[in-house]
T-cell receptor, first 116, second 112 residues
Framework: DAMVIQNPRYQVTQFGKPVTLSCSQT?????MYWYQQKSSQAPKLLFH???????NEADTPDNFQSRRPNTSFCFLDIRSPGLGDAAMYLC???????????????FGQGTRLTVV | GNSVTQMEGPVTLSEEAFLTINCTYT??????LFWYVQYPGEGLQLLLK?????DKGSNKGFEATYRKETTSFHLEKGSVQVSDSAVYFC???????????FGAGTILRVKS
């Protein structure tokens, strides 16, 4: 049974039209991550939540925002998608108590975003 | 900065062939090293890990040894199967860190 669920699997949005991607988890993990993966490139961390604490990566564009209303759900908001934002977006979770040395990250299947 | 470099793919092998996927890293401090695998249509999942120098991670016939002197964590398997066809990602995290730094991934295709 899927433990990290991303919806939708495929999303097409118009240039400049706000879009929201969602992620839910049944693991009760306190850390949730959003990664951006462009074709043939490494997944790039955009930000993560440790409980309610939001941690933005220094090079994440302001166009990307996130919300975590509760432990189970996390959303990625792209305020004005550009053509360069077309990518696979990966959500992941971890228990976070002692970092990833002693645990593992669990990933969803990803949402492929197309910008037209 | 911290980074991971993997050999480019795709790697195409016949069933029962020996597999090596090279991975080297650059890190400040003492990283833990991981291999994640992504099967078609699925999310990334942990394959194996090693948390200190000379540790060997192993799972499902795959092995990788943490080599601090060469800053490497090469993935090996003695006899691949068609079901091993997937994308393999090498990654690191820093001590007690919660962030994974990934390599670009290597596509493995195994032919019967």
């Amino acid at each position: 049974d899927a433990m990290v669920i991303q919806n939708p699997r495929y999303q097409v949005t118009q240039f400049g039209k706000p879009v929201t991607l969602s992620c839910s988890q049944t693991l009760n993990h306190n850390v949730m991550y959003w990664y951006q993966q462009k074709s043939s490139q490494a997944p790039k961390l955009l930000f993560h939540y440790y409980d309610k604490d939001f941690n933005n990566e220094a090079d994440t564009p302001d166009n990307f925002q996130s919300r975590r209303p509760n432990t189970s759900f996390c959303f990625l908001d792209i305020r004005s998608p550009g053509l360069g934002d077309a990518a696979m977006y990966l959500c992941a979770t971890s228990s976070g108590d002692r970092g990833l040395m002693d645990t593992e990250a669990f990933f969803g299947q990803g949402t492929r975003l197309t910008v037209v | 900065g911290n980074s991971v470099t993997q050999m480019e793919g795709p790697v195409t092998l016949s069933e029962e062939a020996f597999l090596t996927i090279n991975c080297t890293y650059t890190a400040t401090g003492y990283p833990s090293l991981f291999w994640y695998v992504q099967y078609p249509g699925e999310g990334l999942q942990l394959l194996l890990k090693a948390t200190k120098a000379d540790d060997k991670g192993s799972n499902k016939g795959f092995e990788a040894t943490y080599r601090k002197e060469t800053t490497s964590f090469h993935l090996e398997k003695g006899s691949v199967q068609v079901s091993d066809s997937a994308v393999y990602f090498c990654a690191l995290t820093l001590e007690y860190g919660n962030k994974l730094v990934f390599g670009a991934g290597t596509i493995l295709r195994v032919k019967s």
